[in-house]
Nanobody
């Protein structure tokens, strides 16, 4: 089981980036997929999750209205579209999979990707 995140990079404030997380293995379509982030010197925090069918999404207040999570079960991929980026969005972004249910609690997620760096300059 592997999760491979990509799409990070450097962008100016107000810009956009689209992260992707490709999953191997047959667990993807049966998993809630989440995005988390960790900024330097800070704890990892929840960003968004999407349910197995994609019918329900949930966002942290800090990104609501700016970020959109989506998934393509045929491609075993989850996406995070990030618009109107702010310097405080700078962090390493991680995708994760939870086979047991919907939660914003990071330790409940069984599988984690390696992270992709997002840097937003002011």
């Amino acid at each position: 089981v592997q999760l491979q995140a990509s799409g990070g990079g450097w962008v100016q404030a107000g810009g956009s980036l689209r992260l992707a997380c490709a999953a191997s293995g047959r667990f993807f379509s049966s998993s809630v997929m989440g995005w988390f982030r960790q900024a330097p010197g800070k704890e990892r925090e929840f960003v968004a999750y999407i349910t197995r069918s994609g019918g329900t999404t949930h966002y942290a207040d800090s990104v609501k209205g700016r970020f959109t999570i989506s998934r393509d079960n045929a491609k075993n991929t989850v996406y995070l579209q990030m618009n109107s980026l702010k310097p405080e969005d700078t962090a390493v972004y991680y995708c994760a999979a939870d086979t047991s249910g919907e939660t914003t609690y990071g330790p409940a997620y069984e599988y984690w990707g390696q992270g992709t760096q997002v840097t937003v300059s002011s």
